[in-house]
């Protein structure tokens, strides 16, 4: 077998020793699992922004805000995003007020706490899978290193056992603990770019739906 077959990718990984072989799977499926949430959070945030955008258009369009409620509890699909906190921040306030005898204040704060309990939940969707990126991202350069120094150890425990060192001895050994720490920093680069991609796209949203609350609670403010 000549070097180039011996430095070639698949060669080196078949030739790592366990350890080092256990690193790279590890590093391997993390990143698989990186990429599936990375799809996800993708449509995710896209859907979020699109159905941010249509519910705005219908919020602001004029309409009768019992018949935009109407069509929201009554549609097969469940209200998601600041559909879902207008409805459950009307729904709140509907109650409130049919119940009569009760102060504005009451019936406002009651309102905010609907609106913002459903404001977690869609932030708690949004922000879901986020922690793993970013702790792909931050974690793997480590895992890989850890991979490459113990490759680097059994390289040089093995040149110990011969008289003479060369490059063409030293360098298979060298290469295939490398490999490991380029393994990690595949897991991790498309890791952090996305978490800070994601993480700049709900914080946008965040403060789209809390504009959204203080705007609404004003507009039902001056209904009572």
Do not use: C
């Amino acid at each position: 077998m000549n070097v180039a077959n011996d430095m070639s990718f698949f060669t080196l990984v078949a030739g790592a020793s366990l350890p080092v072989q256990l690193v790279m799977i590890i590093l391997l499926i993390t990143s698989l699992f990186s990429w599936w949430y990375i799809f996800i959070k993708v449509f995710t945030i896209k859907n979020a922004s699109t159905d941010a955008e249509q519910f705005e258009a219908s919020f602001w369009s004029g309409g009768d805000l019992n018949k935009l409620y109407d069509g929201l509890s009554s549609g097969r699909r469940k209200s998601q995003g600041m559909a879902s906190i207008f409805e459950a921040g009307f729904k709140e306030f509907v109650r409130h007020k049919q119940q009569g005898r009760m102060e504005v204040s009451d019936v406002m704060e009651g309102t905010r706490r609907a609106m913002r309990a459903a404001y977690n939940r869609e932030l708690d969707n949004l922000d879901a899978h986020l922690p793993f990126l970013a702790s792909v991202g931050s974690v793997s350069p480590y895992i890989g290193l850890f991979g490459t120094v113990w490759g680097i150890m059994n390289a040089f425990r093995g040149l110990s056992n011969v008289a003479q060192a060369t490059l063409s001895q030293v360098a298979p050994g060298i290469a295939e603990a490398l490999v490991a720490t380029a393994i990690g920093l595949f897991a991790a680069i498309p890791a952090v770019i996305a978490y800070n991609r994601f993480a700049s796209s709900v914080d946008r949203l965040s403060v789209r739906y809390e504009s959204f609350m203080e705007e609404f609670t004003n507009i039902l403010q001056r209904r009572i």
